[in-house]
């Protein structure tokens, strides 16, 4: 069965320093997987996908299929960037298209 | 446009109790999904509609929740008779083709608690 693991349930890092958001997962089959960040008082947006490869709002994460991880990398943290962020893996079960969420790491931002 | 919209975004009941969740979805998406996250828990695949039928409901949990999406516009999640554990955020997505998360577009989500 598919695994999300985020290790951490709070980050606190200062302003300016590099932050990285641990994702572990587990799944038999090819991995899509994706980040997903919920801001105070906002909805759940998807934040990025390593299918595309791209950087959001100075934020990257690479899939390494060897240590079965996506980890959420940013050089210099900001006060903007605290939020809840979610690993998720997409797959296919039952006819549908399911997201596997981990628990999620409360990322706090010092001033 | 228009985003997810849930209804109502909190909810304290008495165990025991019925309540009903809405979810008016995109306007034009045929999927619609919900989800919820249990206190210290993950957030977990309920079920999937594509238009009014049910795609998948291996994620609900008993038989104490019904999910209608009458004429294939908004969907209704009701739990009868409520129970503590019961509590959490319930979320709704919608979807215009199914098989692509990029897609996918979360409402703000109810906050059921169940005393």
């Known amino acids: 069965a598919q695994r999300v693991t985020q290790p951490e349930k709070l980050l606190s890092v200062f302003k300016g320093a590099p932050v990285e958001l641990k994702c572990n997962y587990s799944?038999?089959?090819?991995?899509?997987l994706f980040w997903y960040v919920q801001y105070s008082r906002q909805r759940l947006q998807l934040l990025l996908r390593h299918i595309s490869r791209e950087s959001i709002k100075g934020f990257t994460a690479d899939l390494n299929k060897g240590e079965t991880s996506f980890h959420l990398k940013k050089p210099f943290a900001q006060e903007e960037d605290s939020a809840m962020y979610y690993c998720a893996l997409a797959y296919s079960g039952a006819g549908s298209y399911q997201l596997t969420f981990g628990k999620g790491t409360k990322l706090s931002v010092i001033p | 446009e228009a985003g997810v919209t849930q209804f109502p975004s909190h909810s304290v009941i008495e165990k025991g109790q019925t309540v009903t969740l809405r979810c008016d979805p995109i306007?034009?998406?045929?999927?619609l999904y919900w989800y919820r996250r249990v206190m210290g828990k993950e957030i977990k695949f309920l079920l999937h509609?594509?238009?009014?039928?049910?795609?998948?409901e291996s994620g609900m949990p008993n038989n104490r929740f019904l999910a209608e999406r009458t004429g294939g516009t908004y969907s209704t999640l009701k739990v009868q008779p409520a129970e503590l554990e019961d509590s959490g955020v319930y979320f709704c997505?919608?979807?215009?083709?199914?098989?692509?998360?990029?897609?996918?577009?979360f409402g703000s989500g109810t906050r059921l608690t169940v005393v």
């Open positions: 799944y038999s089959g090819s991995p899509e």
């Open positions: 509609f594509v238009k009014e039928s049910k795609q998948d």
């Open positions: 997505a919608s979807s215009q083709d199914w098989g692509t998360v990029y897609g996918y577009t």
């Open positions: 306007s034009g998406h045929d999927n």
